[in-house]
């Protein structure tokens, strides 16, 4: 395998499914990685959020700290540096800005109000929107998935997504040439069902599938869909979280838009109801082995990345 195959969704947005989930099924056994089309995302919307982020990377960076992830306590949102995140132990070659769902103040960890700057007032409009827009879509994903496995259509949205977790990340890569030592991100899987990515023109994802690395370059009009641990987990490793990478080769500055979907905070998530088996996952942990809820699975992998904010917040 060389490409990632490409979806159109659209059946599933209307009601319909066609052979789409077994499209959907293909890849998440191959690759766990896929495009889609059809999704019906607005490339204003597309444009909009792009320009209003370019514009809040622009500033400096006594300004965009002034929405620093440190303000914004328990909700674990807001801006960190170049270098302040962790993937893999090291620091990446990139910086960003955490959203989610916008909520009240609360007692849960990354849940609450998010951080937007003064000073590019678009920038809350675009990002609120999108999130309530690639819900909708992350739904229907899902639908497709539970189709694949021969389950009710509604089996995610009916339970594990009816209070989904919604994360939403803005990275930008500095202008950069890495050599062999260096990433934009290091190789890692997602935690959670599904991540949904937005990338500009400049390439820099890797994806390892069975015949080695290979490259998810920018398809314009789609979204890089792939599948997270929890899915691995739900299905016994039959649709596999697949290590990926960042590398920004391009000489050029880099925008991404990763959307996380993922189980309700409190959700426990049990292996599905099918028989068929699993593969042995790439770095042998065994997720079967965890027992707990989605939130408590979250936290632990987060402290990872940002271990000062932990110890700061959350402890």
């Not at 979280?241 to 838009?257: A, K, M, W, Y």
């Amino acid at each position: 395998m060389r490409e990632l195959p490409v979806i159109d969704i659209a059946p599933l947005l209307s009601g319909t499914a066609g052979g789409v989930p077994d499209q959907i099924g293909a890849a998440c056994r191959t690759s766990g990685f896929f495009y889609i089309t059809g999704h019906g995302v607005p490339s204003a919307l597309v444009s909009r959020l792009d320009a209003a982020a370019r514009e809040f990377f622009e500033l400096p960076l006594e300004v965009k700290n002034e929405i620093s992830m440190d303000r914004g306590g328990r909700a674990w949102r807001g801006f960190f540096p170049v270098g302040g995140e962790l993937t893999s132990g090291r620091p990446d070659l990139k910086e960003g800005v955490y959203f989610g769902a916008e909520r009240p103040p609360g007692s849960l960890p990354l849940h609450g109000p998010n951080l937007f700057p003064a000073q590019v007032p678009a920038l809350r409009e675009a990002v609120l929107e999108y999130l309530d827009v690639m819900g909708g879509v992350a739904q229907a994903v899902l639908r497709g998935i539970a189709l694949s496995l021969g389950l009710p259509g509604d089996y995610f949205s009916a339970g594990y997504t009816a209070d989904p977790t919604i994360l939403f990340r803005i990275f930008h890569y500095p202008p950069s040439v890495p050599d062999v030592a260096e990433w934009g991100v290091g190789e890692h899987t997602d935690y959670g069902l599904l991540t949904l990515l937005l990338q500009d023109a400049n390439g820099g994802l890797q994806v390892h599938t069975p015949g080695g690395w290979i490259p998810a370059p920018p398809v314009p009009g789609t979204f890089v869909c792939n599948i997270g641990d929890m899915l691995d987990k739900l299905t016994g490793g039959l649709y596999r979280s697949t290590p990926h990478r960042v590398r920004n080769l391009s000489g050029n500055e880099r925008l991404s838009f990763p959307f996380f979907f993922d189980p309700g905070w409190d959700s426990e998530v049990p292996p599905l109801p099918y028989t068929e088996g699993g593969r042995a996952r790439w770095d042998g942990q065994d997720l079967r082995a965890f027992t707990g809820t989605y939130g408590e699975y979250l936290l632990g992998k987060v402290a990872k990345v940002f271990p000062q904010l932990r110890e700061d917040v959350l402890d």
